[in-house]
């Protein structure tokens, strides 16, 4: 039989390192957020080897008393709250207790710190989780922490450190982010004993100019606007200077960057009839909402975010970036480097707020018989758009009559009629078909013809080098080129027809954000959902009958067809009953 027994302490702290400390960067991140909580002003980071070997983060904030030192290091031991209502209402950035205790269990830690009115610093040493005694030190008001040699007693967890440009392009995003977020503090980066980046306090403008440089800042756009208690502000680039990367992408809610989906389509749903699908609008908003109304304990790393009402909040971003769009429409509004800070509403807003949508940027040839392949390649071995077997019964979505307003399919059954939306029935499809190969083992791959080259950031760049495995298993092929270009060879077979940059694209910054094995476990729908998504026939695409017959098959044959992956429904009926009613028959 086998002895149950609590985990020793230091062997609990290594497993949450684990998730808390997934390489220098992530360790890196969570020493600013506690700089930023102590009320720094000035924070200097140094790192050697990509963080590898040293991370070291000074700050000027509060420091820490004497008698708290080891209790810093303790794992579940925070100062920032003390109930599950202050939880609830989390405003610092920290809350969980367990990064310090973490990093300390996977490294030779040392915690420095004075408070303002000591006479002196303290110091505390951890190697590998034990606890040397506290000692005096010399050293201004505020903590040091340096990090030495991370993950020298988990061998495991080291063979997953990347090449030092690697790591140290991670370590320098968390810090453009961080600096990004917080305008109002100094920030310095050092790495082997060269400045990578200086900046002093500054106004928020100045701040993305130097992060992002010059070029982009002086046509920034400048957007502030608050309804019903929440407020977006920030930067957007007008469509004129959209990237070919989508490497000037950052959202921020509540002073913490966040990747969130519903708050990234709310940006490229705004931006979507004025940029080509294969451009990436750069911008640098801020989300400020009562803390109350956004769940920031989603896991540990705390990168996402759950909204209380995510539809009010994807609204409101939609349609704040789609005033301001139709501004620069008009030619009408001045950029942020002249009108910053004053409120930019374009003068031809509301006309073009209430006017007809313009239409989408026209498809490719390509895309528009994408549709009829995705379909039919699999069905030729398979089964015809209409049923072969000679039975009595009409199939159960019937047969397709019309298609209405370019977005939806019109049949007849033996209930009545049946109305399918079919981007979110062909989405369902493919999203079926991709999870259901790579349950069975992996996703189909299909070389293309002309492999795509693409223009990556940094981060994705190295992401291909190092998710090789978990690329093939999605059904990819790519390879890096240059720091900042990619190659894609092959694509996912369902997805064939799907834009391969775009498709590409999304996934390495899932990957690249998330890691290779939280895509493919806890995030692998989202992360299928988004795929498919790229593959779906769009609005406005007209179908033939037998196309629209096609998708019906497809349907009946998909397991949860009545459900688009976003958890609208795919099709509904309305029945000759429902319909006598409406024209008042047989009453
Ligand atoms: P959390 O940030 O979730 O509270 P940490 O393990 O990151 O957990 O830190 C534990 C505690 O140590 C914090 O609650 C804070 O009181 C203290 N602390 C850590 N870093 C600093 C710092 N740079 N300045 C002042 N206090 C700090
Ligand atoms: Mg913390």
Redesign the pocket.
């Given at each position: 039989m086998s002895t149950i027994r609590p985990l020793p302490d230091l062997l609990v702290n290594q497993i949450a390192a684990g998730e808390v400390v997934e390489r220098p960067a992530s360790a890196l991140k969570?020493l600013l957020?506690?700089?930023v909580?102590?009320g720094a002003h000035a924070i200097a980071v140094e790192l050697a080897s990509g963080g590898a070997k040293l991370l070291k983060v000074t700050?000027d904030?509060?420091?820490?008393d004497r008698d708290e030192l080891t209790l810093?290091l303790a794992r579940h031991?925070?100062?920032?709250i003390a109930t599950l209502e202050d939880l609830e209402r989390v405003a610092s950035l920290?809350?969980?207790?367990?990064?310090?205790?973490s990093i300390a269990a996977v490294s030779h830690l040392s915690l420095t710190?004075r408070t303002a009115d000591a006479r002196h610093a303290w110091r505390v040493e951890a190697h590998g989780g034990t606890l040397a005694p506290v000692q005096p030190a010399a050293a201004p008001t505020g903590?040091n922490?340096e990090v030495r040699d991370l993950y020298f007693n988990t061998p495991a967890r080291r063979k997953f450190l990347r090449t030092e440009a690697t790591e140290l392009a991670h370590c320098d995003e968390v810090l453009r982010r961080a600096a990004l977020a917080r305008p109002d503090l100094a920030f310095t980066l050092q790495h082997n004993g060269r400045t990578l980046l200086r900046v002093r306090p500054e106004g928020a403008l100045d701040r993305v100019r130097a992060v992002l440089g010059g070029e982009l800042a002086a046509v920034l756009l400048h957007l502030d606007e608050t309804s019903a208690g929440v407020r977006v502000s920030g930067f957007v680039a007008p469509p004129t200077a959209s990237r070919a990367a989508r490497d000037y992408q950052y959202f921020f809610v509540n002073g913490r960057h966040v990747r969130d989906r519903l708050l990234a389509h709310a940006v490229r749903q705004a931006f979507q009839d004025v940029l080509h699908h294969d451009r990436h609008p750069a911008y640098v908003l801020f989300l400020d909402i009562d803390p109350a109304r956004v769940d920031v304990n989603v896991h540990p790393t705390k990168s996402e975010v759950r909204f209380r009402d995510p539809q009010a909040v994807h609204q409101l971003v939609f349609h704040a970036l789609t005033r301001l769009l139709a501004g620069t429409r008009a030619g009408g509004v001045a950029s942020a480097a002249t009108v910053s800070g004053s409120d930019s509403r374009g003068p031809a807003s509301a006309f073009a707020w209430s006017g007809p949508h313009q239409q989408p940027i026209g498809l490719p040839v390509r895309e528009a018989t994408a549709f009829y392949e995705t379909l039919f390649a699999s069905r030729a071995s398979n089964a015809a758009p209409f049923p072969q077997e000679r039975s009595e019964q009409a199939p159960p979505l019937g047969f397709a009559l019309a298609q209405l307003a370019g977005v939806y399919v019109l049949a007849q059954n033996e209930q009545g009629l049946v109305i399918v939306d079919m981007h979110a029935a062909h989405e369902r499809i493919m999203y079926e078909k991709l999870k259901n190969a790579l349950e069975g083992s992996r996703v189909p791959t299909q070389q293309l013809l002309i492999p795509a080259t693409l223009q990556v950031s940094a981060l994705e760049a190295a992401t291909v080098e190092e998710s090789g495995e978990t690329l093939a298993l999605l059904g990819f092929e790519m390879a890096s080129l240059s720091p900042t270009t990619i190659i894609v060879r092959a694509v996912p077979a369902p997805l064939q027809n799907a834009d391969p940059a775009s498709l590409a694209r999304d996934v390495l910054g899932e990957l690249a954000e998330f890691g290779a094995s939280r895509v493919l476990t806890e995030r692998r729908d989202e992360m299928l959902a988004t795929m498919a998504c790229h593959a779906a026939v769009r609005a406005n695409r007209s179908l033939t009958t037998a196309e629209m017959n096609a998708l019906l098959r497809e349907m009946e044959a998909t397991e949860r067809s009545g459900q688009c992956n976003h958890g609208r429904p795919t099709w509904t009926q309305v029945s000759l009953a429902e319909l006598d009613r409406m024209f008042l028959r047989g009453q």
């Open positions: 969570e957020e506690n700089s909580d102590a700050d904030g509060c420091g820490i810093a031991a925070t100062s920032k920290g809350f969980r207790g367990e990064a310090l205790a710190s903590t922490v």
